[in-house]
C-alpha cells in the first residue's frame, strides 16, 4: 500500500517538475568499481570488480529565484567480473525541491524511486525514500554539506530487503576550476544482509531473516547493524562536457553477528551532452 502511495505522489510530481523552468541535459558514462566483500561477510569476505554503465537526465533550477524544483532519471546497468549473479539494471526517478535561504546556503529535498532487477532474482527489489541536504560555502573555494536519507527497499526476499537511515557530512575544496576534491562521513543504522555460513542458524536473534543464496553459495542472513564510513573523492573536468571522478570508501559494520569490513572504489569517466 505504502509502494502504491508513493507513486500515486511522484509521477505527477515528475510531470509537473518537467515544465518548471530550469537547465536540463543529458550525462552518459562508465565506471569501474570494486569491493572487497560484495557479500557482506563478517569472516573475509569474497572480493569482485564490476563496470557499471549509466544514461541520466537531470533538470535544474535556472539560479533565478530563491527556490526551484528539479528532476532527474537514470538507468543504470552493472555486470560483475566474477559473481554474475550479481549483474543487475535499474531505473531510477527523482524529483526535488532546491531553496536557497541565503546567497551561501542551498537546501534541497528529494524524494526517490528505484527499480532494480538482478539476475539473482532474490535481490531484485523496488526502493523509495528521500534525502534531505544543506550545502554551505564556506569560501570561494571551499564548501561543507550534511545531509539525511531514508530508504526502504522491498526485494523478492525478505532477507534482502531493508530500511535505513542514514547520516553523512563532507567538506569540499575547489583546488582549481577543473579540480574537486571531497572527504565524507556516513552514519547509517538498519537492516543489511551478512554471509555468516551454514551455521547461521545456531547465531540467529530475534527479528533475523535466514536464506540461502545460490548467487552466494551459502546461507544469508539478515540483521539490524550500525555503519561507518569515510570517504575520499576526485572529480576532474577535462573539458566543457567530459569529467573523470574516482573514489575511494571504508566502511565497518556492526550488529550481533560480528563485525565486516569494507573497501571499495571506482573510476569512472563521463560526458555531458
Do not use: C
Amino acid at each position: 500500500m505504502k509502494k502504491t502511495i508513493f507513486l500515486a505522489f511522484v509521477f505527477p510530481m515528475i510531470l509537473l517538475f518537467g515544465y518548471a523552468a530550469a537547465h536540463a541535459g543529458w550525462e552518459a558514462g562508465t565506471v569501474v568499481r570494486f569491493d572487497t566483500n560484495v557479500n557482506r561477510s563478517i569472516d573475509g569476505g569474497k572480493s569482485d570488480g564490476f563496470l557499471v554503465g549509466h544514461l541520466g537526465f537531470a533538470r535544474t533550477p535556472t539560479g533565478e529565484r530563491r527556490w526551484g524544483v528539479t528532476m532527474s532519471a537514470t538507468l543504470e546497468g552493472a555486470a560483475y567480473a566474477k559473481i554474475s549473479d550479481l549483474d543487475y539494471v535499474a531505473v531510477t526517478g527523482s524529483p526535488g525541491i532546491v531553496f536557497v535561504p541565503h546567497a551561501l546556503w542551498t537546501v534541497a529535498v528529494t524524494p526517490f524511486l528505484q527499480a532494480k532487477g538482478v539476475r539473482d532474482a532474490d535481490q531484485s527489489a523496488i526502493a523509495f525514500g528521500g534525502r534531505v541536504s544543506i550545502e554551505e560555502r564556506i569560501w570561494r573555494n571551499l564548501y561543507l554539506g550534511q545531509y539525511y536519507v531514508y530508504t526502504d527497499s522491498g526485494a523478492n526476499i525478505d532477507t534482502f530487503s531493508f530500511s535505513e537511515h542514514s547520516l553523512g557530512a563532507y567538506a569540499g575544496l575547489v583546488a582549481t576550476r577543473a579540480l574537486t576534491v571531497e572527504l565524507g562521513y556516513e552514519f547509517t543504522r538498519g537492516d543489511s544482509f551478512r554471509v555468516v555460513g551454514t551455521s547461521a542458524s545456531s547465531t540467529l536473534g530475534p527479528g533475523m531473516h535466514q536464506h540461502f543464496s545460490s548467487a552466494f553459495g551459502t546461507d544469508v542472513v539478515r540483521e539490524e547493524v550500525d555503519s561507518h564510513a569515510v570517504s575520499v573523492s576526485v572529480s576532474k573536468e577535462w573539458a566543457r562536457d567530459l569529467f573523470s571522478r574516482a573514489g575511494y570508501t571504508f566502511t565497518n559494520m556492526n550488529g550481533d553477528l560480528g563485525t565486516s569490513t569494507i573497501h571499495a572504489g571506482y573510476f569512472g569517466l563521463g560526458y555531458r551532452f
